[in-house]
């Protein structure tokens, strides 16, 4: 039976380095009490991240071996990129199917536990609505079975300052790392030039502001965490005083702990009454 007082999955989306994986790594940090506090349970993480970094690595050794790359482009400073537009649906069932096997492998996994989902999504700079491969499609493309208990967590920063931020982030040491990563200017401008998420809480009736309409008609809620002024970075910061981090944690803690109270309310709402316009 699903545990009523924490989330049982939360879908953490944002613009490349908007600080997503930055929340991630403090909620793995913060100890089960201090979950409590957020109405989050023991932590299952899913990203799609992950097989986007393993779709690189083997373009990368067929093309060391003289051989055609088949997902993706070769990535450089300002050019990279998926080849294929389809492999953003398969990016959705890769979440699917992970969660699928993390309820496999514990069918009783909602008694203690939250899932959270993360992934970036968008379109082209200036691009018109609804994107072909946004936020939206997601919800399509996810099983019911995960929206029909889940919450919406979009952290929020402007395209420019995503683009600054992913700079700011990149380590050649490690390239691929989920908090190191630097996804090439060409991409960032056409693949992540603006998100559908404020598109789709504008286009809720008036009677469900807060929540999103699934193309199947699920009422799924959202809140909007705005970290246009950087709480997050200091989490990937490796030479911050003990009290400078005690300082900034607590700042983080405090803000994630407004927003997920007034999500948990709605999330509590559409748990007690219809799922559906």
């Not at 109405?39 to 067929?62: K, M, Q, T």
């Not at 998926?82 to 969660?99: A, C, R, V």
């Not at 050649?172 to 630097?182: E, Q, S």
């Not at 009677?207 to 997050?232: A, C, E, M, R």
Request: aromatic fraction near 10%.
């Amino acid at each position: 039976m699903a545990n009523t007082n924490i989330f049982q999955n939360i879908l953490i989306w944002a613009l490349p380095a908007s600080g997503k994986s930055e929340i991630m790594a403090f909620l793995r940090g913060l100890t089960p009490g201090k979950r409590d506090g957020l109405h989050i349970g023991n932590l299952v993480e899913i990203d799609d991240y992950p097989r986007v970094a393993s779709f690189f690595e083997i373009d990368d050794e067929r093309e060391a071996n003289g051989k055609p790359r088949l997902f993706t482009r070769t990535q450089t400073y300002d050019e990279g990129g998926i080849l294929d537009p389809g492999t953003w649906d398969d990016l959705d069932q890769h979440l699917n199917f992970q969660y699928k096997k993390a309820l496999a492998k514990n069918p009783n996994l909602h008694e203690i536990s939250t899932v959270l989902l993360e992934c970036a999504r968008g379109g082209p700079q200036n691009a018109e609505f609804p994107l072909p491969h946004g936020y939206q499609q997601t919800l399509r493309n996810l099983r019911p079975e995960i929206l029909e208990h889940a919450a919406i967590l979009y952290v929020k920063v402007t395209p420019e300052e995503s683009r600054k931020k992913n700079d700011a982030r990149y380590d050649p040491k490690d390239p691929h790392g989920i908090l190191a990563h630097r996804v090439p200017t060409s991409v960032m401008l056409n693949d992540y030039g603006c998100d559908d998420v404020e598109w789709m809480i504008n286009q809720s009736s008036s009677n469900h502001f807060g929540y999103v309409q699934t193309p199947s008609k699920l009422l799924v809620p959202i809140v909007v965490f705005d970290n246009q002024d950087d709480k997050t970075s200091f989490v990937r910061e490796k030479g911050l005083s003990e009290q400078a981090r005690k300082e900034k944690s607590e700042l983080l803690y405090d803000a994630l702990e407004n927003a997920l109270h007034s999500l948990f309310q709605k999330y509590r709402f559409v748990s007690d009454t219809s799922h559906q316009y």
